[in-house]
C-alpha cells in the first residue's frame, strides 16, 4: 500500500500514483488536498498531476495522512532531490526564528568581497549588516527602502553564496535594467566588470529560447517577458544552478490571481537561491506580501500565515532585512501642501461626475451588487476632473459619446468653458511653481499620473528646456535623447538647459536617480497607489542627496457637501503606509511619503474596496479633512 511522488522534468510537474491497495477514502483525501490547492490538477482513478509546487503545498498533509493510515510513499529521483531540498529550506527558516544565525561575519565580507573583484565601492553599514543577513539566509529579502542600495547588496549575496557552475538570473522591471548595468560598473573591477555584464532576455519567445539554449552566466528579463517564455525558462532553472532575484518583488503580489504571480510561482522551486527585493513589499494592504513569501518559501505557507497574524511583523521576523530611511542619516525632507481652488466650469462638471461616483458606489460598504469594473472606472474619473478636467472633456465627447444627455445646453456649456480654459488651476499652478524654483537656479521634477498630463506641462515649459518620461518612452542608449535614459542625462547635464523633468510615477519611479540633479518634486495629483508615491519620492531622497529636499503637493479643493477626492487619497495613503509599517516594524514609513506599480497597468488597478468606500464617506461629508499634521 504505497503512494509513488515523482518530479516530471520536462514539464516540472509532480504526479502522484496511488497504488491498487490503497483505500478509496485515503486517496479521496489525497485527491481533495490536490484539487483544494490546484483546482485545474489533472486528475484521475489513481493519478494526479499537478504542478511540483502544488506537490510541495500538500507534502506535509500527505505526511500526516501517511502516519494516520499507515501507507507508504515512495519517490523517483528528481523528486527526492526536490523534496530533500525542501525540507532543508524548512530546518533553516525554522532555525533562523526570529534571528540571524551569521555564516560570515561581517568584518570578514569586505576582504571576501575584494578576492571576488567587488572592490570598487564600499559597503555603508546598513548595505554591510543586510549582506552578512541575507547571506545567513538559503533565500532572503530585502525590503530597505528606496535608495539605500538593495542592488548593491543582491550583488554581493550572489558573489559570496555562488560558486563556478551558478548562473545569475534577475527578473525586473525593463527600466530598473540599466540599474542592474550600472552596479557592475560601480562595484566590480574594470578589468573583471566585461565577465559580470548581463545579457537581456529581449525580442521575443524565439529569440529568449535560442539565448537559453547556451545561456550566457549573467541574465537579466522583465516580468512581462517572462510569463511569455515560461516552459523554455523553466527547463533552464530546472537543469541549471540558478540564483534568481526578483527586483521589485511586489510586482507579483496578485500571486495566482495574475499571470506574473502565476509564472513565479510556478518556477519558485526549481531555482537553487532565491532573493527578493522591494523597498515596498505592501503597496496595499498585508495580503501583497503573500505571494512574495510564497515564491522565496514555496510550501511552507509563510504567505497565508502573515496574512492571517494579529502581527505580521512576528511571522516575518527573521526572513528579511530592511534599512530604514532614518538610517541613511539623509536631509530632511520639507512638504508643502498647496491647497488649489478649482475654476467654476471644473468645479461643476466635478459635480456631474460625483454624482456618477455616487450612484456606482452605494452598495460598497453593503457588498451588495456592484460593477467593480465601472466603479473603478468612475473614481479614475473624478482624480482626472480633480487633476485637469479637459481629459475627461475629451474622453467622453470622443470614445464615450452616449454616456451624458450633450443636448443638455448645461453639460454643454460646462464642457465648452472647460475647452476654452485648457488647463486647470493645477496645472497652471505646477508650471508657475517651476518658473519660480527655475528662477532662483533650482531644478524641479514634476509628477503627474496622466500621460496627457505629462506631455502638456512639458510643452507648457518648453521655455525652460522641459523634457518628460512617460510609458511610451523607450529605454535605450543614453546617447539618444528620445529614449529614457536619454532624456534623464539631459535633465543631470548643467548645460543642456533642461531645468524640469515632467514624468508619472508608474514609469518614472523606479529605476532612476535624480538626487544630484534636483531637491523639488511637485505633485499635480497622487492616486490610491502607495507605492508609486514612495518610489517617485524618493527618487531625489536617497543615498547621495546633500541637501534639503522639498516635497509640493497640490491638491484641489472643495465645499465640505460636495467632498474632495485628494483627501481621500490623502487619508488612504496614511492608511496604507501604516499597514506596511505595522508589518515591517518600520517607524519611519510613518513619517514617509510614497507612491509605485504595475507596468503597463491601467491606473485603477490599486483602487481596493476601502479605498472606494473612503471614497463615498468624502463625497457625502461624513468624515473630516485629513489633518494637516500629517506628513504624506
Known sequence: MDVLIEYLEDTVEGRLTASDDVP??????????????????????????????????????????????????????????????????????????????????????????????????????????????????????????????????????????????????????????????????????????????????????????????????????????????????????????????????????????????????????????????????????????????????????????????????????????????????????????????????????????????????????????????????????????????IMVVRRLTNEEPDSYSYDDPKIEAIFLAIVDEIDSQKIQKACELARELAARGERSVIWTSFTENVERIAYLLRDLGATYIHGGVDIGSEEDPDTREGRIRLFHDDKSGCQVLVANPAAGGEGINLQKACHHAIYVDRTFNAAHYLQSVDRIHRLGADVEVHIHILESIAPNVTGAIDYSVRRRLIAKLRTMANALDDYDLQRLALDEEEEGAPLDYDITLEDMADVIDELLGKVPAPGMGEDF
Not at 74 to 79: D, K, R, T
Not at 104 to 116: F, N
Not at 122 to 130: G, I, K, N, Y
Not at 242 to 259: F, P
Open 24 to 389: 478509496t477514502y485515503v486517496w479521496n483525501r489525497v485527491r481533495e488536498l490536490a484539487i483544494s490547492a490546484q483546482p485545474d490538477a489533472r486528475i484521475t482513478d489513481k493519478t494526479i498531476i499537478a504542478d511540483w509546487a502544488t506537490v510541495l503545498s500538500i507534502a506535509p498533509d500527505i505526511a500526516a495522512l501517511r502516519k494516520e493510515h499507515g501507507f507508504s510513499t515512495n519517490y523517483n529521483e528528481g523528486a527526492e532531490a526536490h523534496l530533500r531540498r525542501y525540507r532543508e529550506e524548512v530546518r533553516a527558516v525554522r532555525a533562523a526564528s526570529g534571528t540571524f544565525q551569521l555564516v560570515i561575519p561581517e568584518a570578514e565580507i569586505p576582504d571576501r568581497l575584494k578576492t571576488l573583484y567587488f572592490s570598487e565601492r564600499e559597503l555603508t553599514p546598513e548595505q554591510l549588516r543586510d549582506t552578512a543577513r541575507v547571506v545567513s539566509l538559503t533565500n532572503g529579502a530585502n525590503f530597505s527602502v528606496p535608495g539605500a542600495g538593495k542592488t548593491t547588496v543582491a550583488l554581493a549575496v550572489h558573489l559570496l553564496t555562488r560558486d563556478e557552475e551558478t548562473y545569475f538570473l534577475v527578473v525586473a522591471p525593463k527600466n530598473a535594467f540599466a540599474a542592474w548595468d550600472e552596479v557592475i560598473t560601480d562595484c566590480i573591477e574594470p578589468n573583471a566588470a566585461e565577465n559580470l555584464r548581463f545579457t537581456r532576455l529581449t525580442g521575443g519567445f524565439g529569440s529568449i529560447r535560442d539565448i537559453l539554449r547556451n545561456p550566457p552566466k549573467q541574465l537579466i528579463i522583465s516580468y512581462d517577458q517572462l510569463t511569455r517564455v515560461r516552459e523554455p525558462m523553466a527547463r533552464f532553472i530546472s537543469t541549471h544552478k540558478v540564483h534568481v532575484i526578483l527586483d521589485e518583488s511586489h510586482r507579483m503580489k496578485a500571486g495566482e490571481r495574475s499571470l506574473r504571480g502565476n509564472t513565479l510561482l510556478r518556477l519558485a522551486h526549481l531555482p537553487v537561491r532565491r532573493d527578493i527585493l522591494s523597498g515596498t513589499p505592501i503597496p496595499r494592504s498585508i495580503e501583497d506580501i503573500a505571494a512574495q513569501l510564497d515564491f522565496l518559501w514555496p510550501g511552507q505557507t509563510f504567505g497565508l500565515r502573515a496574512v492571517a497574524a494579529a502581527r505580521p511583523h512576528d511571522v516575518l521576523q527573521g526572513l528579511y532585512v530592511r534599512t530604514m530611511k532614518s538610517e541613511l542619516r539623509l536631509p530632511p525632507i520639507r512638504r508643502e501642501f498647496i491647497q488649489v481652488q478649482m475654476s467654476p466650469a471644473q468645479m461643476a462638471l466635478y459635480g456631474v461626475i460625483r454624482q456618477e461616483v455616487v450612484k456606482r458606489l452605494s452598495g460598497i460598504r453593503a457588498d451588495t451588487n456592484v460593477d467593480l469594473i465601472s466603479a473603478k472606472r468612475s473614481v479614475m474619473r473624478l482624480l482626472q476632473v480633480s487633476s485637469n478636467p
